[in-house]
């Protein structure tokens, strides 16, 4: 199983580790951080997009069409009520205008079977436990 680490690092911001890259997550400062990167939510969305346009990228570059002007955008509604969580997300992929209208059926087909829109759907097992305390290094010296 991949593993992925997030390390806190006060106020609300944690580093992710994923594999050798690091990506900070934080809340705004209207909520108590520093807004040193996006939310852990905006993340989620984000990431949606992301697959999404991977999946879009792809099925042009398979078929030989431009890439040039894909583009996927995101918005989304957290619920208003409980639990809190995202209620909606809308996402729209910008295909570039050189497309042949024919083939934006089979474009969509394969986008809207991404990775994430499939484990969100599809909801994985997630178990959530707490593993043993550790100190810092910086506390330990």
Known sequence: MDEILADYRGSGRFDLHIR????TVDQPVGEGGADAGPTPTELFVASLAGCVGYYASRYLQ?????????????SYEMSTDRPHRVASIDIKVRPPASVPAERL?????????????????HAPIIDIGLAEPTTPEWLAA
């Open 20 to 23: 050798d890259h690091k990506v």
């Open 62 to 74: 398979r078929h030989l069409l431009a890439t040039a002007g894909l583009a996927v955008t995101a």
């Open 105 to 121: 059926p089979a474009l969509m087909a394969v986008v809207s079977n991404c990775t994430v829109h499939n484990s969100i759907e």
